[in-house]
């Protein structure tokens, strides 16, 4: 915009007066610290100009102000040194402040801003190389022995009129110059593409995103995956149409100030009340079961998984040494498990409660989607960088569904973010690093789909061990069939779906509807229902109690952000003795663990145990919570639900059998049957001396078959047998004290063949061959 000039020389009057009432020592900063830019506060602009309607008229008109605030500036520069810039060097102006309604996201950046000084919030998705862009060419023609000048201005200069871009190769009298590059003047160039933080997005549609350029000092202030604010003025381009005007204009911000914003931007507002209930509850025994509990109060059991998933949240201690190593203290975590166990109900919880998280699924993203990518412009044609999930999720949690669906490439790509959280790309002529220090929580089905207890968990889950190292914690969740739990189940989903809110009241978890609840102070714990809890216990009532969603989140924010714990030397010895232990079972196991134990094992539970004191709001991990880590690792590492089932099925089989032993001891103890008893005696007198067979039923346990397995191939090794009669094997296995109750014919003959059909044994005439 060309701006008269007695108009601009008033502006600069202003202006030159504004600087040295208020902001000589900051010009006196730029001096020393050799900086060119000089960033103004909004407020003080309203402050000063408050009589005059020049402040609202500098952020609504803004280009036909920014030109003399600029000359202004160099000449209060000027003033306090004059040697300090060169000639034709200018100080930049830059404004930071409240900009309230003005203060936008790329969604609500609307045509209303058009031509007017915004600050625009959002993450840098897409960088640009850095470009030399010419601002004045000098041309020698050789003929006449003179100089000629040529300014350029486009659409991003403050002063004058845009000129044309062609670059003159001849003078008026068509004699041929030479360009002297070492007289022209360039600035640095460089295109950034923010987008609307995750978090914030509308559900179900695109993200927005705005471009900008950055020039002079704020190129590659930025990159991929950083939170920024970018003040700067909002401008319209016109549409490259051929032969026809086009209505629709593209748009671009024109940056001044580029300000990094911290990742807990929408921290959570502490009140003094809030506060003394975080500390309460930190006090109290039970505070790892409590918080627990409240994570996703819809999900019936699954108690160890929903406490893993609280330290998860909180993270361990990220330590970047001296030396260059960087530790990671971020948890990763992955359940294993058949349909139907909630796997992915309990992602959505964690969508629900961390404060940054990004949800994909296995099919539906690919590796370059999760890390970064080089993409090409389609504009001007150059590489750009584009940051994928994992680089957004910086500092958060990635929620992967259907883990096990994903191609090997692309499980990959996630292998250096998982332990290094930085992705690395060398592609097209771009080397660059970027920060991806998020958690990763994976579910995936069994690699036949359902979980197969005969084969070990490494074959079940079908992952390589180079990945599942990497993963912290592994669960194996299990649809248990048990009339039992199967009722409770049942019930707590019935109670679930029997619930109606229609009155404002507080949902299952504890969130008002409709988004009511204000910053203020939030309620503690979730108000009784009797139709959502069921009925009131006499005893332990407070046990039951569960945290209201919005405090759980401020728990966990506070305890994260504002606890940093050490490690203790107790601390220290207690998880040096349970790593040596646990490579020792490792190595003992017959069926190994869900994990393979590493060196990164022993780093796992030092975070595991330092989530745990941050819960407690402790300053130093204690042994207490290295205990507290090894009970969570040992339930993870050794599939304890697989070993619940088993040991539920012994029980069963034991009182069965203890309930036909106790028959025929009841009818001894009645006079009336003693006759009875003697003739039953006397008939078969076998039954009493020798445990009963179980009758075959058809269907054989887990335990008798691994049983009748150990026996059988213990006896071939010891005699060194190749082959063995079926009459023998029976003898072999009832006499070696396996177990309380016999193996019938019928059962063994079942056994051998499912021996056969896996290709162990033989069975021919009578005769059962080792293969």
């Known amino acids: 915009m060309d701006v008269p000039e007695e108009t601009r020389l008033r502006h600069k009057r202003d202006f030159i007066q504004f600087l040295e009432n208020i902001y000589m020592d900051e010009i006196k900063a730029l001096v020393q610290n050799k900086r060119h830019r000089l960033i103004v506060n909004v407020s003080d602009i309203h402050t000063h100009f408050r009589e005059s309607e020049s402040s609202s008229r500098i952020l609504k008109n803004p280009i036909e102000y920014m030109q003399s605030f600029c000359d202004a500036a160099t000449e209060a ?166 032969g026809s005007v086009n209505g629709v204009f593209r748009t671009i911000l024109i940056a001044n100030n580029i300000s990094l914003l911290n990742k807990e931007a929408n921290a959570p507002i502490y009140t003094p009340r809030d506060l003394q209930e975080i500390k309460k509850i930190a006090a109290r025994d039970d505070a790892f079961d409590l918080l627990s509990r409240s994570l996703a109060p819809s999900i019936y059991g699954h108690a160890w998984i929903k406490k893993a998933v609280i330290l998860l949240m909180l993270g361990g201690m990220e330590k970047n040494l ?52 080089v993409t090409s412009d389609q504009e001007t044609g150059e590489r750009r960088l584009e940051a994928g999930a994992m680089v957004l999720a910086d500092k958060g949690i990635v929620c992967i569904d259907e883990f096990d669906k994903m191609n090997d490439q692309d499980r990959v790509a996630i292998h250096e973010v998982m332990e290094q959280q930085t992705v690395t790309i060398a592609k097209a002529g771009i080397h660059a690093s970027l920060n991806a220090r998020c958690s990763v929580v994976a579910a995936a089905n069994p690699i036949y789909g359902t979980y197969d207890r005969s084969l070990t968990p ?27 739990i199967d009722s409770m189940i049942s019930e707590h989903v019935l109670r679930m779906h029997r619930y109606q809110n229609d009155r404002g009241e507080a949902g299952p978890d504890g969130n008002l509807p409709y988004g009511r609840e204000e910053d203020g ?20 009532q407070t046990n039951e109690k569960t945290l209201t969603i919005k405090f759980l989140k401020k728990y966990i924010h506070y305890a994260k952000h504002r606890i940093q714990p050490e490690l203790t030397d107790e601390a220290s010895e207690r998880i040096a003795e349970a790593y040596a232990d646990l490579r020792n079972a490792g190595s003992d ?78 009818h001894r103890g009645n006079p009336e049957n003693v006759s009875a008893n003697v003739e039953s005696e006397t008939a078969d007198p076998m039954d009493v001396d020798e445990p009963p067979s179980e009758q075959f039923s058809g269907t054989v346990s887990a335990a008798r078959i691994e049983s009748f397995e150990r026996v059988f191939g213990q006896h071939m090794r010891t005699n060194r047998l190749d082959d063995i009669s079926i009459a023998d094997i029976e003898t072999v296995v009832n006499n070696n004290g396996v177990g309380t109750s016999r193996y019938s014919a019928d059962e063994i003959m079942a056994l051998l063949e499912k021996l056969q059909d896996d290709n162990k044994v033989m069975i021919s005439d009578g005769k059962v061959h080792i293969i």
Do not use: W
């Open 77 to 242: 520069t000027r003033n306090i040194d004059p040697k300090y810039l060169k000639e034709g060097e200018q100080v930049l102006v830059g404004f930071e402040g409240h900009f309230v309604s003005r203060r936008v996201t790329p969604r609500e950046l609307l045509s209303e801003f058009i031509g007017s000084l915004v600050c625009v919030e959002g993450i840098v998705t897409k960088c640009s190389l850095v470009r030399p862009k010419v601002v004045k060419s000098v041309h020698f023609c050789p003929s006449t022995g003179e100089f000629t000048n040529r300014e350029y201005r486009d659409i991003t200069s403050h002063a004058g009129l845009p000129t044309g871009s062609v670059y003159p190769t001849r003078d008026d009298n068509g004699n041929l110059l030479v360009t002297e590059y070492g007289l022209c003047k360039y600035k640095d160039h460089q295109t950034l593409s923010i987008q609307e933080v995750p978090e914030n997005a509308a559900p179900g549609q695109l993200p927005r995103s705005v471009d900008v350029i950055a020039e002079d000092d704020l190129v590659d202030s930025c990159k991929p995956g950083d939170r920024v604010a970018i003040v700067g003025i909002y401008k319209a381009l016109p549409g490259k149409s051929k």
């Open 322 to 373: 001296k030396n260059g190593t960087h530790l990671r203290g971020d948890i990763n975590m992955m359940m294993v498990g058949d349909p139907s166990v909630a796997k992915s109900q309990l992602l959505r919880a964690i969508m629900n409660i961390a404060p940054l998280a990004i949800s994909t699924t296995g099919r539906g993203s690919s590796g370059v989607g999760l890390t970064a990518a």
């Open 458 to 484: 490494t074959k079940n889950i079908g992952l390589p061990d180079s990945l599942l190292s990497r993963f912290d914690l592994l669960f194996i969740v299990l649809d248990q069939m048990d009339a039992g």
């Open 521 to 540: 102070e939030s309620e503690v714990f979730v108000k009784y229902n009797r139709m959502l809890h069921g009925k009131k216990k006499k005893r332990g």
């Open 589 to 666: 196991t017959k069926t190994g663990g869900t994990l393979p134990i590493t060196a990164r094992t022993l780093e796992t539970i030092i975070r595991l145990a330092t989530a745990h004191a941050k819960l407690k709001l402790s300053r130093k991990v204690t042994k207490t919570d290295a205990e507290a880590a090894l009970k969570l690792m040992n339930f993870a590492i050794y599939h304890q639900e697989l070993t619940e089932m088993d040991e539920r099925e012994q029980e069963e089989r034991q009182r069965e059998q203890s309930e036909q032993e106790r028959t025929p001891s009841a």
